[in-house]
């Protein structure tokens, strides 16, 4: 079983169109993570949620919005694609505690033309 | 903010050997935590060792240890006997205390070090 996953592992679509990106982890952690990694390999978070409640949300556009339907679920909804949004996407989770390591998905390449 | 600085873009080691990768830090915190991360081909990041801020002793796990030295705000990652396996790109992490003393605020990463292992 895969503690975290997500879906799609590559995802290919044409500037302003919508896309999702799913995740779900099944490690029963009560946060989650969305990272960012640049064609520099530079990984950024971008948001964590924590029982359902959005706690940081760094200089992201507006365009990218999670939602988290419930505790074992973050997904990530980006509107009107741009071509400086292709990047590795990676869903992450851990324990509230800080002294635990987060556990990552396998990553989605997106990648807008 | 906290900063994470990996100075190595690359480093190459020969099979057998040992290599160590540098990552420095800043931040004003006494309490936090540290992760080196290794990320393959693949693409999945994998955790390779953590510090807990407050312990003097450097972690260990197996060939991989730390040289953490809290003053100088330096953790250095220490692979012996290098195996074509370890080729990566590895990642420096810090994860700072929250005001609930949860971890929801997440891991500030380095820029890595591409590790090459010539066998």
């Known amino acids: 079983d895969t503690a975290v996953s997500q879906t799609p592992k590559y995802l290919v679509t044409q500037m302003g169109n919508d896309k999702s990106i799913k995740c779900e982890q099944n490690?029963?952690?009560?946060?989650m993570y969305w990272y960012k990694q640049d064609s520099k390999k530079f990984l950024k978070i971008m948001f964590s949620?924590?029982?359902?409640?959005?706690?940081i949300n760094e200089t992201v556009p507006n365009r990218f919005s999670p939602k988290s339907p419930d505790k074992a679920h973050l997904n990530l909804h980006i509107n009107s694609l741009e071509l400086g949004d292709s990047a590795v996407y990676f869903c992450a989770s851990s324990r509230g505690n800080m002294n635990t390591e987060a556990f990552f998905g396998q990553g989605t390449r997106l990648t807008v033309v | 903010a906290q900063t994470v600085t990996q100075s190595q873009p690359e480093m190459s080691v020969q099979e057998a050997e040992t290599v160590t990768l540098s990552c420095t830090y800043d931040t004003s915190e006494s309490d936090y935590y540290l992760f080196w991360y290794k990320q393959p081909p693949s693409r999945q990041m994998i955790l390779v060792i953590r510090?807990?801020?407050?312990?003097?002793q450097n972690a260990t796990e197996n060939r991989f240890s730390v040289n953490f030295q809290k003053a100088a705000k330096s953790f250095s990652l220490k692979i012996s006997d290098s195996q074509l396996g370890d080729a990566a790109m590895y990642f420096c992490?810090?994860?700072?205390?929250?005001?609930?003393?949860?971890?929801?605020?997440?891991?500030?990463f380095g820029k890595g070090t591409h590790l090459i292992i010539q066998p």
């Open positions: 992490a810090y994860r700072a205390p929250t005001i609930s003393g949860g971890g929801a605020d997440g891991l500030t």
């Open positions: 490690l029963g952690h009560d946060t």
């Open positions: 510090q807990e801020a407050y312990k003097q």
């Open positions: 949620y924590n029982n359902k409640e959005l706690i």
